[in-house]
C-alpha cells in the first residue's frame, strides 16, 4: 500500500486546513487508518484513527472537538479537516494504514503508533 498526503500549508492561528490521503489501495471493512504528526525535536503523536470496519474514530484529546477524520467508503481516500488551528498543531502530518486489523487492535495500534504502511507526509505550519 503506498500513501500520499496533500493539503498542508501556513495558516495563521484560528484557520482551518484539510489535510487529504490517497491511498493505492481501496478501503474494506478490516482496515485501521490513522493521522499521526511529528513536530521538529518531538516524537510522533497520534491525532485521529479508525477502524473502517466498526466505524470507531478515536481523537488524541489535544485535537478532540477541532479535527475530523473523514473517509468515503469503498475509495481510496481518507481527510483530516483541521479547524481552530493552534500553533502547537505545526508539524509533518502522516496518514498511516494496516490493512487487517479488528477493532481492539486498531484502538491499540492507533495509541501504540503501530501501522504497516505510512506516508512521507505533509507540512502544517500555524503561526
Known amino acids: 500500500v503506498q500513501l500520499v498526503e496533500s493539503g498542508g500549508g501556513s495558516v495563521q492561528t484560528g484557520a482551518s486546513l484539510k489535510v487529504t490521503c490517497t491511498s493505492s489501495?481501496?478501503?474494506?471493512?478490516?482496515?485501521?487508518l490513522g493521522w499521526f504528526r511529528q513536530a521538529p525535536g518531538k516524537e510522533r503523536e497520534e491525532v485521529a484513527g479508525?477502524?473502517?470496519?466498526?466505524?470507531?474514530?478515536y481523537y488524541s484529546d489535544s485535537v478532540k472537538g477541532r479535527f475530523t477524520l473523514s473517509y468515503v467508503s469503498g475509495e481510496n481516500t481518507m481527510s483530516l479537516n483541521m479547524n481552530e488551528l493552534k500553533p502547537e498543531d505545526s508539524g509533518t502530518y502522516y496518514c498511516?494504514?494496516?490493512?487487517?486489523?479488528?477493532?481492539?487492535?486498531?484502538?491499540?495500534?492507533?495509541?501504540?503508533?503501530?501501522?504497516?504502511?505510512w506516508g512521507k507526509g505533509t507540512q502544517v505550519t500555524v503561526s
Open positions: 479508525i477502524y473502517i470496519g466498526g466505524g470507531n474514530i
Open positions: 498511516a494504514w494496516t490493512t487487517r486489523s479488528s477493532g481492539a487492535d486498531c484502538y491499540g495500534r492507533f495509541r501504540r503508533r503501530n501501522f504497516d504502511y
Open positions: 489501495a481501496y478501503t474494506y471493512t478490516y482496515n485501521c
